[in-house]
């Protein structure tokens, strides 16, 4: 190992809205749906030496609207999508808690980007949030990270003091473009 050895860059994705259709409470792998573009926008990410992990908050969890088996058989039938078309997630992290838990895992809480950071040695200052909600901005900007906000098709947030993501796209697949023209 040289001691220029150079950590991790990640980018960090959340999942509903984001990368997926937004189904509320998504509790059937069946009802799960990758938006398109989104399989062939990771696999450059993973060209390009990036690790991809999803950060989200699955409420449902504790709201026992379904359980964690059931939301890992979800997050299967993703990789398993993912890894038809070649894509590569390199770690899953979720928030099971209600809001009224005030954890610290659940966006706009950091924990779950800075146990990411540490398991897989990411530099957070060289590292991507991406995600359709203000949360999702003020996670990624707490974490040190750079931030895209997604808005497939749908409005920006009214003003909020957490507010302030690096670029605004269309698409997930604009945004991974966006940080491959950055770097
Ligand atoms: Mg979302
Ligand atoms: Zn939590």
Known sequence: MSLMEKRNRAVFIDRDGTIARDVPYCSRPED????????????????????????????????????????????????????????????????????????????????????????????????YMIGDMVQDIEAGRAAGCRTIFVTNGGKLPASSRGFAPDAVTGTFSEAVNWILEER
Not at 74 to 83: S, T
Not at 88 to 114: F, Q, S, V
Request: aromatic share 8%.
């Open 32 to 127: 799960f749906e990758m938006f398109a573009g989104v399989p062939e926008a990771i696999r450059t990410l993973n060209r390009n030496g990036f690790k991809v992990v999803v950060i989200t908050n699955q409420s449902g969890v504790a709201r026992g609207y379904f359980t964690e088996e059931t939301l890992g058989r979800i997050h299967d039938k993703m990789l398993a999508d993912l890894q038809r078309e070649g894509a590569r997630i390199d770690g899953i992290y979720y928030c099971p808690h209600h809001p009224d838990e005030n954890c610290e895992c659940r966006k706009p809480g950091t924990a779950l980007l800075r146990l990411a950071g540490r398991d897989l040695d990411i530099d957070m200052g060289r590292s």
